[in-house]
């Protein structure tokens, strides 16, 4: 069975430092790994997908993840954060089967503090 | 991308009840699902909305209960009856264009639901 794990209930970073968002998973096979925002009383939006090649990818928003096979994680990134990425984020996985809904992990909130 | 709709947007409901929910797609998809999203928690895949055929439900979660349609590529329903407290939470239809392993899920805006 596939699972994502996100250890950290809330994120806490300033203005204009990086931010790092954890995430690791768990599935038979190859890993497809997603992240998603969800603003309050918003539904959940799409920021960027690993499915397979560079291990970097870059997504909306100014935002990336770093896809780390040997350490099953998929940490969301910025390299400078904004008041406005202050949301809900989850981190989601699909098996390699296709045809299967997402997975996710319980989500992680971010504050950013100006 | 996909543009997805749900109606309504929110409902308080009594218990005892039933509520349908609208999903609406500004193109033709392969995949709909249905998620729940109770207070403070993650998403929580409630079933899989094929065209054509019976919808395919998680385990813990029972057509009696959360009758679903998919008449067509571009629309489903999700009700959810017999409401109780319980089923206080938001509910979001997903959608998939190919269901491909490479496939994107995109999400609609949500259906707060709240019972009394």
């Known amino acids: 069975a596939q699972s994502v794990a996100q250890p950290e209930d809330q994120v806490n970073v300033a203005e204009g430092n990086p931010l790092t968002v954890k995430c690791t998973y768990s599935?038979?096979?190859?890993?497809?790994l997603f992240w998603y925002v969800q603003y309050p009383n918003r539904g959940l939006q799409f920021l960027l997908k690993y499915i397979t090649g560079d291990n970097l990818v870059k997504g909306s928003y100014g935002f990336e993840a770093e896809f780390n096979k040997s350490q099953t994680s998929f940490h969301l990134k910025k390299p400078s954060a904004l008041v406005s990425d202050s949301a809900l984020y989850f981190c989601?996985?699909?098996?390699?089967?296709?045809?299967?809904?997402?997975?996710f992990g319980k989500g992680t909130r971010l504050s950013v503090i100006a | 991308s996909a543009v997805i709709s749900q109606k309504p947007s929110r409902d308080i409901c009594q218990r005892g009840t039933s509520l349908t929910i609208q999903c609406q797609v500004d193109?033709?998809?392969?995949?709909m699902f249905w998620y729940r999203q109770q207070p403070g928690q993650s998403l929580t895949l409630i079933a899989t909305a094929n065209q054509g055929s019976e919808a395919t439900y998680e385990s813990g979660f029972v057509i009696d209960k959360f009758p679903i349609s998919r008449p067509n590529l571009t629309f489903s329903t999700l009700t959810v009856s017999n409401m109780s407290p319980e089923d206080s939470s938001i509910y979001l239809c997903?959608?998939?264009?190919?269901?491909?392993?490479?496939?994107?899920?995109?999400f609609g805006p949500g259906t707060r639901l709240t019972v009394l």
């Open positions: 997903s959608v998939g264009r190919t269901g491909s392993f490479a496939d994107t899920q995109y």
């Open positions: 193109s033709q998809v392969t995949m």
């Open positions: 989601a996985v699909r098996s390699f089967s296709g045809n299967t809904p997402l997975v």
């Open positions: 599935v038979s096979g190859n890993p497809y």
